[in-house]
Every structure is written in structure tokens, then in C-alpha cells.
């Protein structure tokens, strides 16, 4: 996984080091609104479509106010990323 500590940033300019296939989690105002696997992303860092555990397709933007940070398979965000 590739994810940086630049995540913890309220407002990053981009999401360029989340991959394809990283398990992630996106919280806004200090709780956790989506958790699965990002599915595809744009070349930017700009838009990432996460996957749920359900199967449910999101696209996020990252004017949209979120935190994306890493997440274990049970959804505890990694702590050094």
C-alpha cells in the first residue's frame, strides 16, 4: 500500500498515492461515511470510485471535504499512514 501520511490533511489539493485495490476509508466532519476498496481513480488523484463490501460503486472528489486514509480489513484506519 502506498498511501501517505498527506491523508490526514482536512483539504488535500489531490489523492495521487491511493491505488487501485488499497482498502480504504473516507470520513468527513470526524466520522466514517464509506469503507471498501478503491475500485478505479483518475490519473489527477483528483476522483477515486470506491468499492464496497456490498458492492455498491462510490465516486468521491476530493473537493468533496472527505479524508481518505487506509483501512484494514475490518476497517481500523492505519495509524502510520
Known sequence: MTLQQNRATQNPARWDDVQIGDRVQLRRNGHREYLGK????????????????????????????????????????????
Open 38 to 81: 478503491v475500485d478505479d481513480r483518475t490519473a489527477d488523484g483528483a476522483v477515486v470510485w470506491v468499492m464496497s463490501d456490498g458492492g455498491n460503486r462510490q465516486l468521491f472528489h476530493v473537493s468533496d471535504g472527505y479524508q481518505l486514509t487506509a483501512a484494514d480489513s475490518e476497517g481500523t484506519p492505519h495509524e502510520d499512514n
